[in-house]
T-cell receptor
Framework: GDSVTQMEGPVTLSEEAFLTINCTYT??????LFWYVQYPGEGLQLLLK?????DKGSNKGFEATYRKETTSFHLEKGSVQVSDSAVYFC????????????FGTGTRLTVIP | EAQVTQNPRYLITVTGKKLTVTCSQN?????MSWYRQDPGLGLRQIYY???????DKGDVPEGYKVSRKEKRNFPLILESPSPNQTSLYFC???????????????FGPGTRLTVL
């Protein structure tokens, strides 16, 4: 069945460091892929998305490229800030309908000054 | 302000005592869903609804019920809660996706439930 495998955390980085959070997926066909972010005490928010192979989603300095050949959608940011501290979830569109998502386990990022 | 609201935000209860967690959205969204979040497991879908009076099971529906009598509300009902339902619950809503286009899901702030 469809699934998402996400890099285990937690991840701790110093401010201005480079961030990569790995995400790979297993799916039939080519589902849309997403990164959601959960700030402390809040619900999830859509960070970025890509709907087809080779698409690059970007938002707030974060980027992720839909790689069909490696079935991956790794999240990157060139210079993290303390305010980026949050839990990041990779997700893919389910087969039962475009609204339904399969989420990864989440990766907690802590950025220290 | 466009939002998804959940009540209560925190609840401690005992095994077997029926409870309802309410979810309401003011964005006229057709689609609504409930998830539970557990450490090491991420978010797992419990139930979802594509419109009024249309509901379907997600990945972990056992022990839960839902109803969708009005477009804005999607309550989650635990008829006889058990300790393994201790979790963080999120409600989400979105416009119904058609033709392959994805519409962003908006999440509520979460309800932390403890069943003793």
């Amino acid at each position: 069945g469809d699934s998402v495998t996400q890099m285990e955390g937690p991840v701790t980085l110093s401010e201005e460091a480079f961030l990569t959070i790995n995400c790979t997926y297993t799916a039939t066909g080519y589902p849309s892929l997403f990164w959601y972010v959960q700030y402390p005490g809040e619900g999830l928010q859509l960070l970025l998305k890509a709907t087809k192979a080779d698409d690059k989603g970007s938002n707030k300095g974060f980027e992720a490229t839909y790689r069909k050949e490696t079935t991956s959608f790794h999240l990157e940011k060139g210079s993290v800030q303390v305010s980026d501290s949050a839990v990041y979830f990779c997700a893919l569109e389910g087969r039962t309908g475009a609204n339904n998502l399969f989420f990864g386990t989440g990766t907690r990022l802590t950025v220290i000054p | 302000e466009a939002q998804v609201t959940q009540n209560p935000r925190y609840l401690i209860t005992v095994t077997g005592k029926k409870l309802t967690v309410t979810c309401s959205q003011n964005m006229n969204h057709e689609y609504m869903s409930w998830y539970r979040q557990d450490p090491g497991l991420g978010l797992r879908q419990i139930y979802y609804s594509m419109n009024v009076e249309v509901t379907d099971k997600g990945d972990v529906p056992e022990g839960y019920k839902v109803s969708r009598k009005e477009k804005r509300n999607f309550p989650l009902i635990l008829e006889s809660p058990s300790p393994n339902q201790t979790s963080l619950y999120f409600c989400a809503s979105s416009l119904k996706s058609t033709g392959g286009a994805y519409n962003e899901q908006f999440f509520g702030p979460g309800t932390r439930l403890t069943v003793l």
